[in-house]
Structures are given as structure tokens and as C-alpha cells.
């Protein structure tokens, strides 16, 4: 996965058990290699997987929201849940799926146990980071704390704004310039649903109503903003900012996007499972805009398969993109969205010696 490479036939890696120490055809390599080798077999060898966004906090909600009767629907079962009880053992079989799978590395958003979760993938040795999603209309004071200042073995902490509708401008915009300031991404769901849409347009609508009456409705303005041109007022929008979704978003939002040199995570299972759409695949990838795909949480996707998710993609996108592409979108571009790739998104001499094993029922899809 690195911009000059094609597939390499007869491909090795020698690694140290934790880095990657030599890269190359097998045959060149064996002439001065005396230690243990491991035969892969006739397989397709490529980066470790990146899911670049999840809900972890979610695990124990499987089949326990509505799917397909749009964002509301879903909302409001998900609200008849325990949302924030933490179910240990559900998050651990969660990371055990997604290790087994290929994933390496998620980037998990999580509202109430954002430490407690950081210390399970922690645990788990996949790759991480650990969001702490900002939700709320109060205004942070200059001492304000938006995540953990705790050293990981496999992972860092870093603070997410849950949307433009649910959070203050103010307190997206602390929780930005503290990521800034860190050298973290990020992370914010953007533009995913008609609802979003007429709430920061113009304030109204079913689901703007029961967000007043919870006391969970930002003042947007009302000035018949999209939500990617109100983002980019509030000056959110940046190379180190990882929009989620963007389901509703016109060619203008992506120009915005793309001038911005914002990275979008496409979650396309999820989009559908809930009933918002799809987001305009293939304008985004070809604006050239950095473009990863992520799950989400149990409670919006059929698994957590980050190889089903490019699966879907591939077999419902109108423009077909080239095999290289697409594994870009769950391994380099992931790396470079969540400002990981001196580490992960590439096979490459310094890295971490991770991979995954293309499915064979994949192989043809793609290459």
C-alpha cells in the first residue's frame, strides 16, 4: 500500500515481533535469512485493518435498535436501552471479533467511559484511539479537561464533539484547539441525516423538537446553513479533522471539504441499517479528498467486519475504483486520517509488523 508498489508476488516481511525490519520478494530476501519462517500460504498479504470509527460503548446492544425507519426511529430506541452501563465482557468479545477479522486499530467514540475502554483495548493489544465525545450546550472554562492525560501502551486519548446539533460551538470548538494542541485528530459527526440537516438550516423538525425538550438543542444560528458550511464557520474544519457519515452533503459541501483538506470516514452498512441513505461515494473519493470507511457500533451495523464493510461498498458503488483504492480506504487513508501512518497503513520498513489476510472471496472483487 505505499503510492509506488502494485501487488508484489512471492512477498515477505521480517519483523522483529514488533516492528517491521525488511520487506521484499522471498527469494531475495531467504539468501541472507537464518531465522524462523512462517508460510502464509497462496494468500494476499496486505496492511492491518483500520476501523476508523466505532461505538464500543454500544457492544451489549445488538439487534436492540429499529432498522431502516430513518434516524428518530433509531434514536429513540436506542434511548429505551441502558446506553452507559459498560458491559466489560461485550467490548471484549467486540475486540476479539475485530482482531480475528484483521482489524489492527479502531478509533473508538465514547460518551460516558471513555478511560475504562481506553485500558480494555489497551488490554486487548489492538491499536487505538480512545475519543472522548463532547455532548452538551455549556461553554468549557479555560481550564477546562476534555480527555485523559494517560499514557497507553497501544493507544492515546483524545476528545470528539458528538455533533454540530447536540454540542455548543463553544465546546467544539475547545475540544478542537485541545486536540490541536495535543497533536491528535478530531472527530465529528457530520452532515448524516435530513434531520441534521433542517435542524442547522433552520431549527425545526420532529427530532430538533424532542432534542429541545431534553435541553440538548444548540443554537445553530438558523441561517440556512448545510451543516459542512456551518462546521466551516465555526472554523472546525481542517486537515486534522475526521468527519463521520457526511450522508447529505452537495457538491459545494465537498468543494468546502476538499479545499479543507478534511478527511471523511464513510460508515456505509450503518447509513443503510438506520434508514439516512447513502452518502455520495463516489464524488467524495474522487475529489480526491481522503476518504476512510468504519463500522460503527453494533447498535447501527449487521458486525464489525471491517472487510464486509469494504464488501459493500465495492458491490453497491456506481464508478468502480481499482483494488489498490479500495484497500486505501481500510488501511493507508485510515493511517493518515488518524495521524498514525509513521506506524500503521503500510507494509514498510519501521512500521508495526501487522497485517491481514485478504478473504478469498474478496480476491476477485478486487484484483
Wanted: aromatic share 8%.
Amino acid at each position: 500500500m505505499t503510492d509506488c508498489e502494485d501487488l508484489i508476488k512471492d512477498f515477505a516481511l521480517i519483523h522483529d515481533g514488533d516492528r517491521i525490519l525488511k520487506t521484499g520478494v522471498w527469494s531475495d530476501l531467504k539468501k541472507d535469512f537464518s531465522g524462523k519462517v512462517t508460510d502464509m500460504g497462496d494468500v494476499t498479504i496486505v496492511p492491518g485493518l483500520i476501523n476508523s470509527h466505532i461505538h464500543l460503548e454500544l457492544s451489549h446492544l445488538k439487534d436492540k435498535t429499529v432498522e431502516g425507519q430513518g434516524f428518530t426511529s433509531w434514536v429513540k430506541s436506542l434511548l429505551s436501552n441502558p446506553l452507559y452501563e459498560l458491559e466489560e465482557k461485550a467490548i471484549c468479545c467486540a475486540l476479539q471479533f475485530m482482531l480475528e477479522n484483521g482489524t489492527v486499530f479502531c478509533a473508538d467514540i465514547s460518551t460516558r467511559n471513555c478511560a475504562q475502554i481506553a485500558s480494555i483495548m489497551d488490554n486487548s493489544g489492538i491499536g487505538f484511539y480512545a475519543f472522548c465525545e463532547a455532548i452538551g450546550l455549556h461553554t468549557p472554562s479555560a481550564k477546562s479537561k476534555f480527555f485523559p492525560n494517560k499514557k497507553f501502551r497501544n493507544g492515546h486519548t483524545a476528545g470528539a464533539g458528538h455533533s454540530l446539533y447536540s454540542t455548543s460551538p463553544e465546546l467544539l470548538q475547545a475540544v478542537k484547539n485541545a486536540d490541536n494542541d495535543a497533536g491528535m485528530p478530531f472527530s465529528i459527526h457530520l452532515a448524516e441525516n435530513v434531520e441534521e440537516d433542517e435542524i442547522i438550516a433552520h431549527g425545526t423538525g420532529e427530532f430538533a423538537a424532542m432534542l429541545k425538550r431534553a435541553g440538548m438543542l444548540a443554537d445553530c444560528g438558523n441561517k440556512g446553513l448545510t451543516p459542512v458550511e456551518y462546521a466551516d464557520s465555526i472554523t472546525l474544519l481542517d486537515e486534522t479533522t475526521l468527519a463521520i457519515h457526511c450522508v447529505k452533503i452537495s457538491e459545494k459541501d465537498i468543494q468546502i471539504l476538499a479545499d479543507r483538506k478534511v478527511n471523511v470516514c464513510l460508515c456505509p452498512r450503518s447509513n443503510k441499517y438506520i434508514g439516512e441513505g447513502r452518502a455520495p461515494w463516489e464524488k467524495i473519493i474522487s475529489s480526491g479528498i481522503n476518504t476512510c470507511l468504519g463500522t460503527d457500533s453494533i447498535a447501527s451495523n449487521y458486525d464489525l467486519n471491517m472487510w464486509n464493510e469494504l464488501e459493500y461498498l465495492l458491490k453497491n458503488i456506481e464508478k468502480p475504483i481499482s483494488g489498490h483504492k479500495a484497500l486505501s480506504l481500510v488501511t493507508s487513508n485510515s493511517a493518515k486520517a488518524l495521524k498514525i501512518d509513521e506506524l500503521y497503513g503500510s507494509l514498510e520498513e519501521g512500521k508495526k509488523a501487522v497485517f491481514a489476510t485478504v478473504p478469498a472471496h474478496l480476491e476477485d472483487l478486487l484484483f
